[in-house]
């Protein structure tokens, strides 16, 4: 191969990458057209996102080939619980939500279909396909944030959002799952190749429909 097996995966969602640097609620979180409201169901709606992202990489760490995979997705599956959800907790109280709202609350059509999607992936495909699927909000949030810190915003709670995914201690989990990525490349067939690349494609898109969602504060049509 003559390129890492990220590299030919970035290479297949660029279309996408470019698209998500251009919707309203990515670049609404630098030039302050971003409604607070837009930003309040956008929060609520990770945090249920993020309960089910954790179950998904609890069970690609359950079938990793080697301990530490298993240990670094099972790792990552428990920060989630601490250093995600405290920046959550956090921008919740400076918006004033009450954690027991979004408790209540419901997942949106597309939290829904994201998070269903990463569960069968994780549970019914190979590790690989796990693997494949839970990468791109790794990556994708670790490059959107990068790319924003660059411009910052005007609003501090914004820009907690934006310092938290561009921070390098995010930047240095990232990696790891890259580095795993590519492990994984070489060992794969053709097919299994495509189908990985299949996986990040389907959940890349659906990282731009997440904030689609929010910036439309999508509700169920009946």
Known sequence: MSE???ATLWDGIADVYQAILRQPFVTGLTDASLPAD????????DVLFLRQYA???AAVAS??????ETELFARHAASIVTAEMSLHDSLLADLDIEPAAV?????????LAYTS???A????GSYADGVGALLP?????WEVGKHLLERGSPDPRYQKWIGAYAAEEFGTDVRAVLTVTDRLGPELTPAQRAGVSTHFRVTSRYEWMFWDMAWRRESWPV
């Open 4 to 6: 890492t097996f990220t």
């Open 38 to 45: 837009a930003f309040m169901f956008y929060v609520a709606q």
């Open 55 to 57: 179950r998904a990489l």
């Open 63 to 68: 079938r990793a080939p080697a301990t530490a």
């Open 103 to 111: 408790d209540a609350a419901r997942p949106a059509p597309t939290t």
């Open 117 to 119: 999607y990463l569960l």
């Open 121 to 124: 992936t994780a549970l019914g």
């Open 137 to 141: 909000c790794y990556w994708i949030y």
